[in-house]
């Protein structure tokens, strides 16, 4: 089964800070990857994505993660943080291949940016 | 155009009532799912269905009734609602090939009183 875990269910940074918002993951197979942002009373919205081309993946906003098989981690990070990332942010694991059924998330990270 | 729409945004209804949601989404994709999200902000999966066709069905009470009248429309019905039924509910699409990720719906505020 698939799984993943974000550590830190709250991260809070100054604005131009680095941002740093840790996943690992558990899966049997080469899984796919995902991180989203989901913004106060708004739907979860795809930051980036690992489907194993790249090691380093870069999304909107600035944000990258690095996938480390080694570490079985998918680490998102932006170098300086910005007032309008703070949201809550969700690390998914998918299996690969059609009709795979369901994208497993994590319990999230809220990410606080302080002026 | 919305690719995921959900309706109604905000629902508050009391104990014992039937009640529904309306996802449709115009993005061609051949699954969608519902996903619940609690006060904490996690996320679980309700049902996926895949053209129709129902692939997962976790373990939510047979109170909550999904229906797929086509693959851009799937439907949550819940019968008696209860207190703890209060959520927000997520409607999302995605291609088969699940390496392009989901598209949310904005969600629905289910409160129970």
């Known amino acids: 089964a698939q799984s993943v875990t974000q550590l830190g269910s709250h991260v809070s940074v100054s604005e131009g800070a680095l941002v740093l918002l840790r996943c690992n993951y558990s899966?049997?197979?080469?899984?796919?990857l995902f991180w989203y942002v989901q913004y106060p009373n708004q739907g979860l919205q795809l930051l980036l994505k690992?489907?194993?081309?790249?090691?380093l993946v870069k999304g909107i906003n600035g944000f990258e993660a690095e996938f480390k098989k080694s570490e079985t981690s998918f680490h998102l990070t932006k170098p300086s943080a910005h007032m309008s990332d703070a949201a809550e942010y969700f690390c998914?694991?998918?299996?690969?291949?059609?009709?795979?059924?369901?994208?497993?998330f994590g319990d999230g990270t809220t990410l606080t940016v302080k002026p | 155009d919305t690719a995921v729409s959900q309706t109604p945004k905000y629902l508050v209804t009391q104990m014992g009532n039937d009640k529904s949601i309306k996802c449709e989404q115009n993005?061609?994709?051949?699954?969608m799912y519902w996903y619940k999200q609690d006060s904490k902000k996690f996320l679980k999966i309700m049902f996926s269905?895949?053209?129709?066709?129902?692939?997962i069905n976790e373990t939510v009470p047979n109170r909550f009734s999904p229906k797929s009248p086509d693959k851009a429309h799937l439907n949550l019905h819940i019968n008696s609602l209860e207190l703890g039924d209060s959520a927000v509910y997520f409607c999302?699409?995605?291609?088969?090939?699940?390496?392009?990720?989901?598209?949310f719906g904005s969600g629905t505020r289910l409160t129970v009183v």
């Open positions: 998914a694991v998918s299996d690969r291949g059609t009709n795979a059924g369901k994208s497993t």
């Open positions: 690992y489907t194993s081309a790249a090691t």
């Open positions: 993005l061609g994709h051949d699954t």
């Open positions: 999302a699409s995605s291609q088969e090939d699940k390496r392009y990720g989901y598209t």
């Open positions: 899966s049997s197979v080469p899984p796919y």
């Open positions: 269905y895949n053209n129709k066709e129902l692939i």
